[in-house]
């Protein structure tokens, strides 16, 4: 059996992304699942790019603000205490407006812990 408790604050940022982010499931050593907190400040988006994942879902739960999610058809505005799911092959880009009047604070979780990634061209 393994057990893990983390305070997310004690988790060190990823270097060199968009906005900050803290990897629980390296901090954890998780195999299977990829679990980050992302701290996302007005101006900033979550991901390196608009992108889509061959095999990955991927949920997103927002605690604090309101993140917005840019897809193909349609951009949604998903606020505290929700939950946005992503199906692979599905375009998205999560971010958080320049003219917002406060942070983002997500928990993000994708499964399986693949890096399938690949950027979307429209």
Known sequence: ?????????????????????????????LENLGAN???????????????????????????SGTLHVETPD???????EEVFVVEPDSPQRAFVPESADE????????APAVDDAHAYEE
Not at 46 to 55: F, K, Q, R
């Open 37 to 63: 907190v992302y701290d996302v400040a007005p101006g900033e988006q979550i991901p390196l790019a608009y992108h889509t994942h061959d095999e990955q879902e991927e949920v997103f739960y927002v605690g």
């Open 1 to 29: 059996m393994g057990y893990h408790h983390i305070a997310v604050d004690d988790i060190e940022t990823t270097p060199e992304r968009p906005c900050t982010r803290r990897s629980v499931s390296e901090a954890a050593g």
């Open 74 to 80: 349609e951009t949604f505005e998903v606020g505290a």
């Open 103 to 110: 942070s983002v604070r997500a928990v993000v979780v994708g």
